[in-house]
């Protein structure tokens, strides 16, 4: 047997990233049986789509690596790949259960549904569908559409019977009949509901397994109902632990420490760090190692090393990873990542600044950044010419041993005719030598001066790359702020 999976989302909002890791599973059970990874696009919530969703879901894909065999952009022999391209398929199924006895319509108005279902919770009873039309007679059903009611169909729960089934995931799963209500297939503006649309498209589509969360289980007695009322075979069935926020409650749209794709992408991060940790999120590869590139993943993913528990979204780990791969990437590529950025934020190259300075101010802040965007917030003190010193910064260049070293490094550069890191290791060095200090006491004031901070990268590339007239001036300014304190201090 071929695999084919499918993922098909919904394009009523974002491409958000619990999403994605259902998508990354099917798409590398796909790969490692060397089956197909079908997309297809489930637009049937008319009044919730949005424009411009199905292209930017699309984007995200090929933006973490994904390839798929059949889909809305690229077509196949079972499209169309859009569901409301296939609304007359839907209606021959539909006349197919009808046939068979299968569904029967439903003429009940939402304002009685509403109270029945209000019923239900004064009685505290779960809320199901009476089944009030399962049996009218035709001359009761006339008068219905006389009254000018369109009907809605259901599908008609066989009492009594259980369905059992073997999750791939969670093992043998069972539901009773007599549990379940009958369910609307057909609304009545002859949109088909999710229940029987998807059982018709992963029948036709050939679909092997459906891969998909543990929210949809529920789902599952009432599909393979339609898929034996219509006599298809019905698919292998896994579902996949639920991704949990830190509090290890099901992780929210709108979890503020949880991006859509497309926020990811637009930081600068790397894609094979986001499907690197969204792989880890339920699944084992076995073993200690967790930098896996998208190949390792299929040679190694099936789904019995899939967790039944929860996992959890550690947004401290997906940082780990990501900076892991941009520590790994040549500084160059990454340059051009930052030039992005750069371009987003409006930022301009200082008037010193070219291609290569760009290239070593990057690099002195590689070791920190998870994003190209962390670059923005590291690297300030090397766009703009004004600087402002800090609490920290103020404390140090207060003492004036440290004023004394500063004020010798600004008259040793200010003579230097050589302006590289090692010319600037020669000034320290000398300073050292002329006034006895060393370590933090030689060093931080200088950085403190130049950089209004005592913290940051290597100093002497620091001092190179912010060019000589800025740390010129900017010491001399220093110097000037810390003078004119202690002058009102003494007064």
């Known amino acids: 047997m071929s695999v084919r999976v499918r993922y098909a989302p919904s394009p009523t909002g974002h491409l958000h990233i619990g999403g994605v890791r259902t998508a990354l599973f099917n798409y590398l059970f796909a790969k490692h049986h060397d089956g197909a990874f079908i997309l297809r696009i489930e637009d049937t919530d008319l009044e919730r789509n949005v424009v411009g969703a199905e292209d930017e879901m699309l984007d995200g894909f090929r933006w973490l690596g994904f390839e798929w065999a059949e889909g809305p952009d690229t077509g196949g022999q079972y499209g169309p790949y859009r569901c409301t391209e296939r609304l007359p398929i839907y209606q021959e199924h539909l006349a197919r259960l009808a046939k068979v006895g299968a569904v029967y319509p439903c003429y009940c108005t939402p304002e009685e549904l509403q109270a029945d279902k209000e019923l239900a919770a004064q009685d505290g009873r779960v809320a199901r569908y009476s089944g009030r039309c399962r049996h009218l007679t035709t001359e009761q059903r006339r008068a219905l559409e006389q009254e000018g009611r369109k009907p809605s169909w259901r599908f008609a729960i066989p009492p009594g019977e259980t369905i059992l089934f073997e999750d791939l995931v969670r093992g043998e799963v069972s539901f009773e009949t007599d549990e379940l209500s009958d369910f609307v297939v057909m609304k009545s503006n002859d949109i088909p509901t999710y229940q029987f649309q998807v059982v018709v498209d992963d029948a036709l589509m050939k679909i092997t397994h459906v891969i998909r969360g543990e929210e949809h289980l529920s789902n599952t007695p009432w599909q393979i109902l339609v898929y034996r009322a219509l006599g298809y075979e019905e698919p292998r069935f896994a579902h996949l632990p639920q991704v949990l926020n830190s509090d290890r409650k099901k992780l929210s749209k709108r979890d503020p420490n949880v991006q859509p794709v497309h926020v990811y992408r637009e930081k600068g991060y790397l894609p094979e ?84 300075w760009l290239v070593n101010v990057v690099g002195l802040y590689q070791e920190k950044m998870a994003c190209a965007e962390d670059f923005v917030g590291l690297a300030k003190t090397f766009f703009e010419s004004e600087m402002q010193l800090d609490e920290e910064a103020l404390q140090v260049l207060a003492d004036p041993v440290a004023r004394q070293v500063v004020k010798r490094y600004l008259e040793l550069a200010e003579s230097d005719t050589e302006w590289t890191p090692e010319a600037s ?51 001399k300014k220093a110097l000037s702020h810390v003078d004119k304190q202690g002058s009102d201090a003494s007064q």
């Open 273 to 356: 760090a986001i499907v690197n940790f969204l792989a880890l999120l339920g699944w084992s590869p076995g073993g200690e190692e967790e930098l896996l590139s998208l190949d390792d993943l299929v040679q190694r993913f099936d789904l019995d090393r899939v967790s039944r528990s929860g996992a959890v979204f550690d947004t401290q780990k997906l940082q780990w990873m990501a900076s892991t791969y941009i520590k790994k990437l040549p500084v160059e590529v990454l340059t051009d990542l930052v030039r992005v950025q750069l371009e987003r934020f409006g930022w301009e190259l200082p008037p010193h600044g070219t291609g290569e």
């Open 425 to 475: 290791r020669l000034r320290f060095k000398q300073i050292q030598s002329e006034l006895g200090v060393k370590g933090r006491q030689l060093f931080m004031p200088v950085r403190a001066a130049v950089s209004g901070t005592v913290h940051g990268p290597d100093l002497q590339l620091t001092i190179t790359c912010l060019s000589k007239p800025w740390v010129l001036e900017r010491a």
